[in-house]
């Protein structure tokens, strides 16, 4: 099965502009900092900086967080992950901290994300804001802001295309996973 494109680049100007008028309804834009999670939440977060800047006027902090030593597969002899470091250029204490990533499936890495927040400071409000929830969850995680749900099965796979990341433009796409009928 080929990739169906289910957002093209103009979709996501859109949502991003909608996310970022909802982020501005629930919360003081003052009180906002974004945390991406590192990779592709980095990107969010950084979008979602410029959007806001748009609906609010006003440019809030933007940083990353490494996940790699919260993952609860740590415990494998054979996964050694690929930690950077996390720490961003500006204080989370008292701050509504909105939490960016790409796809959310079964809740694991925000799980983790969230730890790595705590490890920077003692937020007011942990918010998450996902471009795609495609469902599959394992742990009782559920985004505050979603982009578009986009429920898919076990075999498929969801790929979010960024031209800061290299792609030939923006785009959303879901495809099946070889070997999967």
Do not use: Q
Not at 169 to 178: F, Q, R
């Amino acid at each position: 099965m080929a990739e169906h494109v289910i957002m093209d680049a103009e979709g996501m100007k859109r949502t991003f502009l909608r996310l970022a008028h909802e982020v501005v309804e629930r919360d003081p834009p003052e009180d906002i900092v974004l945390v991406g999670i590192r990779r592709g939440g980095e990107y969010v977060a950084r979008r979602m900086r410029k959007y806001l800047a748009e609906a609010a006027g006003v440019e809030v902090p933007c940083g990353g967080v490494d996940i790699g030593m919260e993952r609860d597969d740590l415990v494998s002899a054979f996964f050694l992950p690929e930690y950077t470091g996390s720490a961003p250029d500006f204080s989370v204490e008292g701050k509504t901290v909105v939490l960016c990533d790409d796809v959310l499936h079964t809740g694991r890495t925000v799980r983790a994300a969230i730890e790595a927040v705590f490890r920077l400071g003692r937020p007011r409000a942990i918010r998450l804001l996902e471009l795609v929830d495609r469902g599959g969850r394992e742990l009782p995680v559920r985004a505050d802001f979603v982009g578009k749900n986009v429920p898919t099965a076990r075999s498929e796979y969801v790929k979010v295309r960024f031209t800061e990341r290299g792609a030939a433009e923006d785009g959303i796409a879901v495809g099946k996973e070889e070997g999967h009928d």
